[in-house]
């Protein structure tokens, strides 16, 4: 038969090339690959109000926003991030991917064109894809690559600039000023992700305020609720007129159903804890910056830019899969990332600090790495 044909000679190449994916139930290792960044996805306080409250909270929303599965956590959670954000209205959408897939493609039309960095996310680049916009991919984080790009772009539409605040894999920050006063100079809408941002950087309200800059009507702040935030959904920020026209044409908001109320409280109650509590985030850079010294000083290949993401790149995929193996051995859970997650020849341990990990747990897991470098590099 020749689908079955089809599925065996794809995951035999898939296998052959080392990019062979499982998913794996994670027991009793410490685990370095989560972006739960403030340690907030299994926090005591938001678990008892939850326990308090359970009786008040369907458990499921039963239908979309747009017919009956809107309820006043959901409002209240958007009238919480947008008062967070800054801006003068939010909406919450199922997930990070349906947010940006859904925004993009409710935005741009033939006409118009978008400027995208090259290492933005796979939501993005699926948004961008189901748009029917051109599509004018820049270097990564290069502002002259840009400006040229956008300088050699005639367009009667709309140009929209797309980009990570903290760029998942690599863990940089985009530099959003810059970019700003490109979006200015050529009269474009910036769009950013703050999918590893939120919670992190600007006081926790993201990239755009790391820059000290304020939201106006030419940004759009996306985001999830699944990685500092720590529970699931994201979110859209930006004026009353963009939430307006993105309720009547965002796709992923209109034809699915909402998020339950359950977890629309947790989203709000953890977004309380993670605006009330900045040791966290503290905390988290400091182990982080430590984190990436010493690894630096064992000589390993390091990239660190102030985030909770430390990107040890080896590569090839199977120095990345041995690396990742070993560390399980010694209890430690480092997911190897490889192609497409990223590009040839840039595979890597993709190590994330959270506020959950003990100094004892980073220094337990620097000499594991001290061991690597004595017995695998
Ligand atoms: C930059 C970026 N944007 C969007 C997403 C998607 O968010 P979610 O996991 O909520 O779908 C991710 C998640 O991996 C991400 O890293």
Redesign the pocket.
């Known amino acids: 038969m020749d689908f079955f044909n089809f599925l065996e000679k794809n995951l035999k190449s898939i296998k052959e090339n080392k990019l062979y994916r499982q998913r794996k139930v994670i027991k009793d290792l410490i685990d370095f690959s989560s972006?739960d960044y403030l340690g907030l996805k299994n926090n005591e306080k938001t678990k008892e109000k939850l326990l308090k409250n359970i009786k008040n909270l369907s458990l499921g929303s039963g239908a979309s926003t747009h017919i009956s599965g809107y309820t006043e956590i959901q409002e209240k959670l958007e009238n919480f991030l947008a008062k967070f954000k800054e801006t003068e209205s939010c909406i919450v959408i199922?997930?990070?991917?349906?947010?940006?897939v859904g925004l993009i493609s409710a935005l741009a039309t033939e006409k118009d064109v978008i400027f995208s960095d090259e290492l933005?996310?796979?939501?993005?680049i699926d948004g961008i894809r189901l748009s029917k916009a051109k599509k004018v991919i820049y270097k990564h984080c290069d502002i002259k690559d840009l400006e040229e790009k956008l300088k050699n772009t005639n367009t009667k539409g709309i140009k929209y600039i797309i980009t990570?605040?903290?760029?998942?894999?690599e863990g940089d920050i985009a530099p959003i000023d810059k970019l700003y006063n490109l979006a200015e100079k050529y009269d474009a809408v910036l769009i950013i992700?703050?999918?590893?941002s939120t919670g992190v950087v600007g006081e926790g309200k993201g990239s755009l305020f790391h820059y000290r800059l304020k939201p106006n009507n030419r940004i759009i702040q996306?985001?999830?609720?699944?990685?500092a935030v720590g529970s699931?959904?994201?979110y859209i920020c930006g004026s009353n007129l963009l939430i307006e026209y993105l309720i009547n044409k965002m796709r992923t908001a209109i034809f699915t159903t909402a998020l339950s109320p359950i977890q629309n409280f947790i989203s709000l109650e953890n977004l309380k804890i993670l605006a009330n509590e900045p040791q966290r985030r503290k905390y988290v850079l400091q182990l982080s910056k430590y984190l990436a010294e010493n690894l630096k000083n064992l000589g390993f290949d390091i990239r660190y830019f102030g985030t909770p993401i430390i990107s040890l790149i080896t590569k090839t995929p199977e120095k990345a899969l041995k690396y990742s193996e070993y560390l399980k051995q010694k209890g430690f859970f480092i997911q190897a990332i490889r192609p497409p997650t990223v590009p040839q020849g840039k595979s890597r341990l993709r190590i994330t600090v959270s506020y959950n990990h003990s100094k004892i747990d980073v220094d337990n897991l620097i000499d594991t790495f001290e061991d690597i470098k004595r017995k695998l590099k």
Not at 120 to 124: C, D, F, K, L, T
């Open positions: 972006n199922g997930s990070g991917y349906m947010a940006n933005n996310h796979a939501s993005i990570d605040g903290i760029f998942s894999m992700d703050d999918a590893h996306m985001g999830t609720l699944s990685k699931y959904g994201a």
